[in-house]
Every structure is written in structure tokens, then in C-alpha cells.
């Protein structure tokens, strides 16, 4: 899942083993700070570019067991050998970040999910490798949780991508469902756009629920934290679908009345 989904589908800390947490807190502030150089701010690409080609010159040095004058990359090298993460997530990350700087449109599905592969899947990956719970099955079902929460995200955005020139929805999506761009910028919710909407959640669920037994396979704490950010993302697909896909005028998100829902649904699985 991308960064981002800290925020949306908030993970219960309480559920997480206290030894992990200080590796948690460095990961997430290395994979923020890094989304916020290329989102936050008023400066150029060129800018956000080379900001960005600093920490993979950083990452460059943990891979060459050099050491680092930054802090955060301090921390973050002791983290990775502790642990013994792979290091190709934290550079896929930033990949990521990089194509958010330049690439504003994606023609086909496909190249959503080359994207996804490196924005939302190394997340997952990384936690995996803490638990240390990265089987070949596990990853795979890790991968089809985060690039559904990825979709979801972008889902419930697309008026706020809008804004940044984005569209994230493929273009050939909006051809088949005859859809444009200005409609986008005029926010209008007519029936073409509800068609297109709904087959872009149907694909986001049917990826949710593929990876869904992942839930169910990894232990204890970790098994059940996963749930609720499984059960968080289909009920951001149900909301959508209340809305009738109005995402223009109300943005989905999960809040505390989404709670006890969530809980049970989680305890069903």
C-alpha cells in the first residue's frame, strides 16, 4: 500500500509486537519524508527529482555498508541489517515517488500496476520481512492486498488528483466508458461515469479478496491487524458504491463509526 494508507486505513499499534515498533517508526518516517518530496510543496520537478535521487544515493550507501551522514539513514541502515530486510522495496519506493514527479496519465491497466508493483506492494513486502513471514504464497497474496488498497486510494481521490493534474484512472478506461478529462475537472457523476467507477471498485475487490486468505494464514496479532486493513479497504469500496461513485462531492473514508463494523467483520474471517 502506498503511504498514504497509514492515514486511510489506519493500523491498530496496539496489535503490533512493541519490539517491531521502533522499526516501524523509522520505515514509515524514511517512506513519508520520501512521498512528501514529491507531493508537498510549491517547487519545481527538477527539484522534487533530485531530492529524490538523494535518497537513493542514501540507499546506495546502506546496499555498499558505507556509512551515512543522515540521520534517518542511519537509523534506517540498522534497521535493515537487524532485521535483514531486502533493500530493492526502499528503492522501488522511491522509483515510485519519481514517476509521481513525472508521470501525470497511464494508458492501460497494466501500467497502473507496473506502478502499484513499486508504490504500494514494497510496503507489504517490508513487513513481511519483519515478521519475518515472506514465503513465496505470502508475498504474492501481500502484493494483491496492497495494490487493491493502492486502487481503493486513488478511487476515493481522483477529485483531489485532479488538482494536482493527475488522473490515475486508466485512459482507456475512460475511452471504453466514454469518459473525459473535463468531465473530471467538472465533477460530473452522470451514468457513464458510475459505470466506469463501478468496474474499477469490481477490480480493486476482486484483488482484495484474492489476497484476502493471507488474513487468515499469518499468526496471532499479525493475522488480525491485516483483517481489519482488508475489511477498512472493501468498506471504502462499499461507501463509494453508497455515494453512488459521487466521489466529486464527498470523499469516503473510514471513521470511528466504522469501528465496531469493522472489528466484527474482522473476527468473522
Not at 508537498?40 to 527539484?47: L, T
Not at 475537472?185 to 469490481?202: G, H, T, V, Y
Request: a neutral charge.
Amino acid at each position: 500500500m502506498s503511504i498514504e494508507h497509514y492515514e486511510n486505513f489506519p493500523v491498530a499499534s496496539w496489535l503490533m509486537p512493541a519490539r517491531l515498533r521502533p522499526a516501524v517508526r523509522v520505515i514509515y518516517a524514511f517512506a513519508r519524508s520520501a512521498d512528501d518530496l514529491a507531493d508537498e510543496g510549491d517547487v519545481s520537478d527538477d527539484i522534487r527529482l533530485t531530492a529524490l535521487s538523494r535518497y537513493e544515493n542514501e540507499l546506495n550507501l546502506i546496499q555498499n555498508k558505507q556509512n551515512s551522514d543522515h540521520v534517518l539513514f542511519q537509523e534506517l541502515a540498522k534497521v535493515i541489517a537487524e532485521y535483514q530486510l531486502p533493500i530493492a522495496p526502499f528503492f522501488d519506493l522511491i522509483s515510485a515517488f519519481k514517476q509521481d514527479v513525472i508521470c501525470k496519465r497511464y494508458q492501460n491497466f497494466s501500467d497502473l500496476i507496473d506502478y502499484c508493483n513499486r508504490s504500494a506492494n514494497p510496503v507489504g513486502r517490508i513487513m513481511l520481512s519483519l515478521y519475518k513471514e515472506g514465503s513465496p504464497e505470502n508475498l504474492k497474496q501481500s502484493d494483491q492486498i496492497c495494490t487493491a488498497l493502492q486502487l481503493i486510494n486513488f478511487w476515493q481521490d481522483v477529485a483531489i488528483d485532479w488538482e494536482k493534474s493527475r488522473i490515475y484512472l486508466p485512459l482507456e478506461d475512460l475511452h471504453k466508458f466514454q469518459v473525459t478529462a473535463q468531465q473530471i475537472a467538472n465533477r460530473n457523476c452522470n451514468q457513464d461515469w458510475r459505470n466506469l467507477m463501478q468496474f474499477e471498485i469490481q477490480r480493486a475487490r476482486d484483488l482484495m479478496l484474492a489476497g484476502s486468505p493471507l488474513c487468515k494464514r499469518l499468526p496471532g496479532r499479525l493475522g488480525f491487524e491485516l483483517r481489519l486493513v482488508v475489511q477498512g479497504g472493501l468498506r471504502i469500496l462499499e461507501k463509494i458504491e453508497c455515494i453512488k461513485m459521487d466521489i466529486f462531492t464527498q470523499r469516503p473514508t473510514i471513521n470511528s463509526k466504522d469501528g465496531a463494523r469493522l472489528l466484527w467483520r474482522a473476527l468473522r474471517m
